[in-house]
């Protein structure tokens, strides 16, 4: 018998290869107009591993202390044999999954995906939106620069808005009142070790659920295939999607390695707690537009507004009935539109307008 | 027809598998080079060999490099070579312009050529313009290097 | 109720007043209802060095500190016939001082290391010999500058003539255009102004804002018993008690005999006196502020050598900056870690140094240090350059991986195009 056949067989008799081969031999995925959408969720499951081998890398030499956290950085960036493209390919990555998760939920969306019996897909998923968001949030002050310290403050600042537990909250973020060496090492404790095991939980029930329930179709293809405009088409998950996923993979690996050779990541200079903030200071760009909104409500109507939107947000599907009887939702479509819409316009609004 | 395809399959399979392989030696090469560790002298500025047992001689001093500014080693006259006790080291940077100081062996002094100022082995001015004393850095002895960091004792 | 707040007045300055001898003098002026002024007391018993030294009144005044107070006439204590004088007029002010200051003996008891020459001093100044000779009792006496009955030692902050005030006890007198009205130096008006010139010089600033003792006050360059406004010859010795450098310089350099000649007051001519401003590398040369052109011209010796001399400095200046920005680049693009940052360091200290030393106004000894600058300065840019010209074998490696990327890309869209092929995607019976 050949090698190959011997080596399968080992395995197939300890963990019926059998059984998983064949769920994938006849693992379908729909296949239409708007399926090319299909291939988002993977991708950004693919940055999230690119995340995860760049990130371990980058623990092999980055220091998490105040007094080194920067120096190791520029250690990386400058010393370390192809150290400034791994940590390139982390913060390119990191905005590209960011970016790609939000185009995932937004055309989950507006396709409805969420409606039954796919909630709990949706439900995980705004989960991992939130993981995602803290992820970028923590990951973002570990240089210690100038730039990310501020951003932080600013951020975190915003946590005594939360009624009643506010200021423990603020103070649970920072690991104190201010923001210090002590918020540095806190911030890299959830990065490396608390949100990554969260996430992986979450994300194993996430992708479990999709293996589960397939690939949703949006109910305008649904009525065309019911109505005989169109026939039902698939196509096999093993070889035909995976391939077309792998291209894409390779095309965002050019991609990201492109950027991150073209313009490495700005180390900035070291966070100095003494100095006065510049005028012009933001968080990061998937938080831009909350900020620009807080500038013009009061803030502790936004900060609740934001909240109850987030809570809403999650538990949309219970609230769009129409859809979980498999009827066309417009209202939804044009709310789906207008979060859009509003997110891109006040994130250009806050790179655009003049400083505070 | 079924056998002409089956070659042309094969070969587009020997073209991905190359491919791929490529692929994977272009990733794998510089993941492999980040691994291994350089010969650099570590991160961060808090600890540096600046010389071994033996280079320096009594009453002699070495410039050496403490992250990106310069640093100043001195045995001192009559030091025990093989004791940290015997050393002393500071920043090589004048508190008064920045000048590079350098370690006088007639005056047993440290002293800045720019404006003549002068240190004692305390990195205390002795006279001249500097406004404020070296900083001083502590030394440690580990097998036969000298190690000099800025940590406090 | 009047006597219990004078015992408990007395009993306030208890810990100082105890050390003391008891004293009538004390005893009878502390107190208003034999005197209006007790302030003199209060003063002298606060803190003034001879009050702590145990030096008390009759030590200088005479009399007898035992006898008045009980009997209730002063006349007692007040005695001549005990060596009691009437207080010094101000033109025998500073024998009366010097009656003790003087004393070698007498002082070492107190104070050895304390000077006892300031009388002789003071008969040498200008302010001496106008008392003495002149019997002009407007100028400086000892109790002007250093008080009368509370006098603190010079290291006290408080005191008068404590380093950082004494630009503005000096100014009481020379401040003031209507009091030094008539005051001649070689056949002038002395100028008042001297006060706020110096307030607006770097030293004055040092001193007067920053509080820095370092920095020269009035009689660092005039001396203080013996205070002369310093001349010719010591011009450059009184600015090198600090500018060591410069002055040697100086003295060595083809300036210091002609301008002796010709009566130039030596630093001061380019630096001013009172006012001194921060200085620049424009001072130097042939450019408009440039100073060498008040004497030099074009053609002549002095001119060549300025011109030479700036153009060393700009070289220099230039070499460093343009070095500075590759080091920079190349650190911000991650190919340069700081060796080449440590290195220019070094140059850069040429760069304060040359500042010393043209002071030669010797382009020789400026271009030595100037070239010797440069050359580093260019080899940290070529260090930094090959550093960035890393880059192009990063872009190279790049452009290999984007290939390679691009030719998977492509194959795979081949294959997906096969399977796809043979594949048919309309699902039947569903």
């Known amino acids: 018998m050949a090698f190959r056949d011997r080596l399968y067989n080992w395995w197939n008799e300890r963990v019926d290869l059998d059984n998983l081969l064949a769920f994938l031999k006849h693992k379908t995925v729909p296949h239409h107009r708007f399926s090319i959408w299909y291939y988002v969720g993977g991708m950004c499951l693919y940055l999230f591993i690119v995340q995860v081998i760049t990130g371990i890398l980058l623990l092999l030499y980055y220091k998490p202390t105040a007094e080194a956290a920067y120096e190791s950085v520029q250690y990386i960036m400058t010393e370390v044999p192809f150290g400034w493209l791994v940590r390139s390919i982390h913060s390119y990555a990191a905005n590209l999954f960011i970016g790609l998760i939000f185009v995932h939920m937004f055309s989950v969306f507006l396709m409805k995906a969420y409606r039954k019996p796919r909630e709990l897909t949706w439900i995980s998923g705004a989960l991992l939106l939130f993981l995602a968001m803290g992820f970028g949030f923590s990951g973002y002050l570990l ?31 920072r690991g104190g009142p201010e923001v210090t060496g002590a918020t540095l090492t806190r911030f890299f404790g959830f990065h490396v070790a608390v949100l990554p095991g969260i996430t992986t939980a979450v994300l194993g029930l996430h992708l479990l659920f999709v293996q589960r329930l397939g690939m949703s179709v949006p109910l305008s293809i649904e009525k065309e295939i019911a109505e005989g405009k169109a026939p039902r088409r698939e ?91 498999g009827e066309p939702n417009s209202l939804y479509t044009i709310i789906g539109v207008i979060a859009v819409l509003y997110m891109a316009v006040f994130t250009l609004i806050g790179y655009v307008a ?3 | 027809m079924a ?65 990106n500014t310069p640093g100043i080693l001195v045995l001192k006259p009559g030091g025990d070579p093989s004791s940290a006790l015997g050393y002393a080291a500071f920043t090589a ?55 000099v960091s800025s940590e406090e004792a | 109720m009047r006597n219990t707040l004078i015992l408990l007045i007395i009993a306030a300055g208890g810990s100082t007043v105890a050390l003391a001898k008891s004293s009538s003098c004390i005893d009878c002026h502390i107190s208003s209802e034999w005197v209006t002024d007790t302030t003199i007391v209060t003063d002298f018993t606060s803190g003034d060095i001879h009050f702590k030294m145990g030096i008390s009144c009759d030590d200088c005044h005479g009399g007898d500190p035992k006898l008045g107070l009980e009997e209730g006439d002063p006349d007692l204590a007040m005695d001549p016939r005990k060596g009691y004088k009437p207080p010094p007029s101000r033109l025998t002010t500073p024998d009366f001082c010097g009656g003790c200051h003087s004393n070698i003996e007498y002082m070492k008891k107190y104070n050895p290391r304390l000077p006892t020459d300031q009388l002789k001093l003071y008969l040498t100044s200008v302010h001496g010999k106008q008392l003495y000779d002149k019997k002009d009792t407007k100028v400086a006496v000892c109790t002007d500058c250093h008080g009368i009955h509370k006098i603190l030692p010079s290291s006290d902050s408080r005191s008068l003539v404590y380093h950082n005030n004494v630009p503005e006890t000096c100014r009481q ?90 009566g130039y007051p030596e630093c001061e001519q380019c630096h001013g006196n009172h006012f001194i401003p921060p200085v620049n590398d424009e001072m130097i040369g042939t450019g408009e502020s440039a100073f060498c052109l008040g004497c030099h011209e074009e053609g002549d010796g002095g001119f060549a050598a300025a011109l030479s001399i700036k153009a060393g400095i700009d070289s220099l200046k230039q070499a460093l900056e343009s070095a500075e920005k590759v080091v920079k680049e190349a650190e911000e693009r991650g190919v340069e870690g700081g060796q080449a940052r440590f290195d220019l360091g070094a140059a850069k200290d040429n760069l304060t140094r040359v500042r010393s030393v043209i002071h030669t106004f010797d382009p020789q000894q400026v271009a030595e240090i100037t070239t010797s600058g440069m050359r580093v300065a260019h080899q940290v840019e070529q260090t930094a350059e090959a550093a960035l010209g890393d880059i192009k074998a990063r872009q190279i490696g790049l452009a290999i991986s984007l290939i390679v990327v691009l030719y998977v890309a492509i194959v795979l869209w081949r294959k997906i195009k096969q399977v796809d092929s043979r594949t048919d995607f309309v699902v039947r019976g569903k």
């Open chain 1, 143 to 173: 240089p210690w620069n100038q730039l990310a310290y501020l951003a932080t403050n600013v951020g975190t600042n915003f946590a005594v808005m939360i009624p009643g537990i506010g200021q423990w909250v603020l103070e649970f973020l």
């Open chain 2, 3 to 67: 056998d002409d395809k089956i070659p042309r399959r094969q070969a587009l399979n020997y073209l991905l598998g190359a491919g791929i392989g490529a692929l994977g030696i272009a990733t794998l090469y510089p993941v492999v080079s980040y691994i291994i560790p350089p010969k650099a002298t570590g991160a961060g500025t808090s600890s540096v060999s600046a010389a071994r047992i033996g280079e320096l001689k009594p009453n002699q001093g070495k410039i050496f490099k403490f992250g």
């Open chain 1, 354 to 356: 003049p400083g505070e």
């Open chain 1, 235 to 325: 196509i096999p998950f093993v070889p035909n999607f995976l391939y077309r996923d792998i291209l894409g993979w390779t095309l965002a690996l050019g991609l990201i390695v492109l950027l991150s050779s073209m313009f490495p990541w700005e180390l900035g200079e070291k966070a100095d707690i003494l100095k006065p903030a510049p005028p012009h200071v933001r968080p990061e760009w998937f938080f831009v537009f909350m900020y620009q909104t807080l500038k013009y409500v009061p803030k502790a109507v936004g900060v609740f507004g934001f909240g109850i939107a987030g809570a809403v947000w999650v538990l949309l599907p219970f609230f769009d009935r129409k859809s979980n009887r």
């Open chain 2, 93 to 147: 940077v004048c508190t008064h312009l920045n000048c590079t100081v350098q370690y006088r062996q007639d005056l047993k002094e440290i002293w800045c050529a720019c404006h003549n100022g002068h240190f004692d082995l305390n990195g205390k001015v002795i006279s001249g313009p500097p406004p404020t004393p070296l900083k001083e850095y502590r030394v440690a002895i580990k097998g036969d290097e000298i190690f």
């Open chain 3, 173 to 262: 007198c020379h401040g003031s255009p209507q009091y030094m009205k008539g005051y001649k130096y070689n056949g002038r008006q002395i100028p008042t102004d001297q006060y706020d010139e110096f307030s607006k010089s770097v030293h004055g600033i040092l001193v007067l804002e920053q509080g820095d003792n370092s920095a020269p006050a009035c009689n660092n360059c005039h001396g203080n018993h013996g205070a002369t406004p310093p001349n010719l010859a010591s011009v450059s010795a009184a600015c090198g008690e600090c500018h060591a450098y410069n002055r040697d310089f100086f003295n060595a350099s083809p300036h210091k005999e002609p301008w002796q000649d010709l």
